[in-house]
C-alpha cells in the first residue's frame, strides 16, 4: 500500500489553547515532552504533523526528534481514529481460522489500509495481535463490540450496523 489516506487536519482554536496551556504547565521540565505528546494525543485523538510543529515551537525542541518519539511508541498514532475504530485480531488462533482473509475484505470494502481512516471519518482500520477471545476465532471488534466466529461473508452485515 502506498501512503496512508487521512481525513484532513481540523484542529479547533479550543483544542490549540488547551494545548498551549498543557506545554505552559511543563515549560523548562526536563523530560516533559512525553506527558505533553501524551495531553496532545487526548486533546486531539492523534498527533498530526500540524500539532507536533507546535510542540516542537513552543518548546523549541526539533521537530525531527518529535516526530522520532512518536513514531517509537506504538501509544502514539499519526492518523485519526474513525468513529468507530475496526481491530481485526491476527494471533494465532484468530489466523489459522481466517482472519487474514477477513482482514483484507475489510481493507477492500473500506478502500483504506491498517491503521487509515476512511475519509468521512467513520470507520478507521487495524490489526492487533490478541483480542484474548481463542476461543471465539476468528475475532473482530469495533469499539467495544465484540464479533467472533466471522467469514468474509459477515464483513459487510457488520459494516452495514454501523451505517
Known amino acids: 500500500m502506498a501512503t496512508k489516506t487521512t481525513v484532513p487536519f481540523n484542529g479547533t482554536a479550543e483544542q490549540e ?3 498551549l496551556a498543557v506545554i505552559a504547565d511543563h515549560k523548562g ?8 505528546l501524551q495531553q496532545a494525543q487526548e486533546i ?3 498527533l498530526p504533523i500540524e500539532v507536533q510543529k507546535i510542540i516542537s515551537n513552543e518548546m523549541e525542541i526539533p521537530l525531527e526528534k518529535i516526530y522520532g518519539v512518536v513514531t517509537f511508541y506504538a501509544q502514539f498514532s499519526l492518523y485519526p481514529k474513525g468513529k468507530y475504530n475496526i481491530s481485526v485480531c491476527l494471533g494465532t488462533a484468530c489466523y489459522v481460522k481466517g482472519s487474514g482473509d477477513i482482514y483484507d475484505k475489510l481493507q477492500e470494502v473500506l478502500g483504506i489500509g491498517d491503521g487509515e481512516c476512511t475519509a468521512d471519518g467513520k470507520f478507521s482500520l487495524e490489526a492487533c495481535r ?3 477471545a481463542c476461543g ?14 466471522l467469514t ?7 459494516l452495514d450496523k454501523y451505517e
Do not use: F, Q, S
Not at 521540565?29 to 505533553?36: E, T
Not at 471465539?136 to 466466529?149: C, F, I, Q, S
Open 17 to 19: 489553547a488547551k494545548l
Open 29 to 36: 521540565d526536563p523530560g516533559a515532552l512525553m506527558p505533553v
Open 44 to 46: 486531539y485523538g492523534y
Open 130 to 132: 490478541c483480542i484474548g
Open 136 to 149: 471465539l476465532a476468528p475475532v473482530l471488534t469495533v469499539n467495544e463490540d465484540v464479533y467472533g466466529r
Open 152 to 158: 468474509t461473508d459477515k464483513v459487510k452485515e457488520i
